[in-house]
């Protein structure tokens, strides 16, 4: 990065961000063409070991049954719908800073994943969606003969 | 319980970092009814406590990880949430119902007896 006086001193904020996203851009290992938006409903995270690829969609009081996973050509799909409880008549709203409504967030994944092995949990308000890799990619020991 | 207190008084004072959880408050006549977003806390790993006037919304968040996983995207990134609040006069911090499902904290705070509306009623001479 340069490093610059600049004329017009900048909102610190806004350069704050700029900074943070930087900084991130180094730290995600796997940039992808769709990215992975930040500050989506619901909040992901992404992880792998030598077998699976594990995601976590953090999506508090959903109803199972709204839920929707699918898989196809690689890309991930997660969507469904939060319904709040309805604000009784007469009441005031002071804060109010939860999502409502239908969301849908996609992530692309890794070209070894077996689309036909996945599993899916919904517990404490996070869904973990399991996809195992590819029996041949997964790291084998060769036997030297 | 008084030792519980005393943890919990060591855990805040270690300020170890924590995520903000979005909430909604909505006030109605008889109190104020606060839901938190805290998406990955066990019921036993979430605590509640009121100081004075102080109410703190803790829990520390449990993922089913498999060993040898590495990260490589993360929005949530601390392992705990954490949030106060600060309890104005006419709420009555002993009444608090809690209900905790699927990582949504329903609280119900009802304002006290004397805070309650009251009609007055106009004497027609």
């Known amino acids: 990065m340069m490093m610059y006086r600049s004329l017009f001193p900048r909102d610190v904020f806004a350069e704050l961000d700029r900074l943070q996203r ?16 930040r ?16 995601i976590y969609a953090f999506a508090p009081g959903v109803d199972p049954a709204s839920l929707d ?32 409504g239908r969301f849908r967030r996609v992530v692309s994944l890794p070209e070894d994943v077996d689309a036909g092995s996945v599993q899916a949990k919904y517990r404490d308000g996070v869904l973990h969606i399991s996809i195992a890799r590819k029996a041949a ?5 060769i036997v030297i003969q | 319980m008084s030792e519980n207190v005393t943890t919990k008084q060591a855990d ?16 109605d006549a008889n109190g104020i009814t606060l839901y938190a977003d805290l998406p990955g806390i066990p019921k036993d790993r979430l605590s509640l406590h009121v100081e004075a006037d102080t109410l703190t919304i803790e829990g520390d968040v449990v993922l089913d990880v498999p060993e040898g996983m590495e990260a490589s995207h ?3 990134s601390l392992p705990r949430y954490r949030r106060a609040f600060t309890l104005s006069k006419e709420l009555d911090a002993d009444k608090v119902e809690a209900q905790f499902d699927r990582g949504v ?15 007055v009623e106009i004497k027609v001479m």
Request: hydrophobic share 40%.
């Open chain 1, 39 to 54: 500050g989506g409903f619901p909040a992901m995270n992404i992880g792998g070991t030598a077998k699976s690829v594990e």
């Open chain 1, 69 to 100: 996973v699918q898989i196809e050509k690689g890309v991930l799909t997660v969507s469904g719908e939060r319904k709040l409880d309805a604000v009784p008549e007469k009441a005031a709203v002071h804060i109010d800073e939860r999502f409502a």
């Open chain 2, 74 to 76: 993360a929005e949530v």
């Open chain 2, 12 to 27: 805040a004072t270690r300020k170890d970092a924590a995520m903000l959880p979005p909430v909604d408050v909505i006030e």
């Open chain 1, 137 to 141: 990619a997964q790291p084998r020991r």
């Open chain 1, 22 to 37: 930087e900084i991130q851009q180094g730290v995600d290992f796997s940039p992808s063409i769709r990215g992975v938006g």
């Open chain 2, 105 to 119: 904290l329903k609280l119900r705070i009802p304002k006290a007896a004397h805070a309650q509306p009251r009609k």
